[in-house]
Nanobody, 123 residues
């Protein structure tokens, strides 16, 4: 099967930076569109940034100019560089990817989600 594993979360002061990573493991053939989402306490999950296989990126208005999404197709890994962090960025960050993978019946495709990584911005 396929797993997405996020890392890089933690506690940071306002104005600080963090870099999140999302590595796909298992019987992965390729990753198509991937993205980062976040969910703050008491709020709905929202899209933060998405990136195509060709590295075309889109961002939520709230993070434009501060966050950068990137990917390494050879490593099946997606990154989120977060700069100028604000307390409002505090949330659990989830990685999502549309993955082509090997299965007993051949190639299959579906969306996978990671387990989430906590980002806390506080002084």
């Amino acid at each position: 099967q396929v797993q997405l594993v996020e890392s890089g979360g933690g506690l940071v002061q306002p104005g600080g930076s963090l870099r999140l990573s999302c590595a796909a493991s298992g019987s992965v053939s390729s990753i198509d569109v991937a993205g980062w989402h976040r969910q703050a306490p008491g709020k709905q999950r929202e899209s933060v940034a998405t990136i195509t296989r060709g590295s075309t990126a889109n961002y939520a208005d709230s993070v434009k100019g501060r966050f950068t999404i990137s990917r390494d197709n050879a490593k099946n890994t997606v990154y989120l560089q977060m700069n100028s962090l604000e307390p409002e960025d505090t949330a659990v960050y989830f990685c999502n990817a549309h993955v082509t993978y090997y299965s007993a019946s051949g190639y299959s495709r579906r969306d996978f989600w990671g387990q989430g990584t906590q980002v806390t911005v506080s002084s």
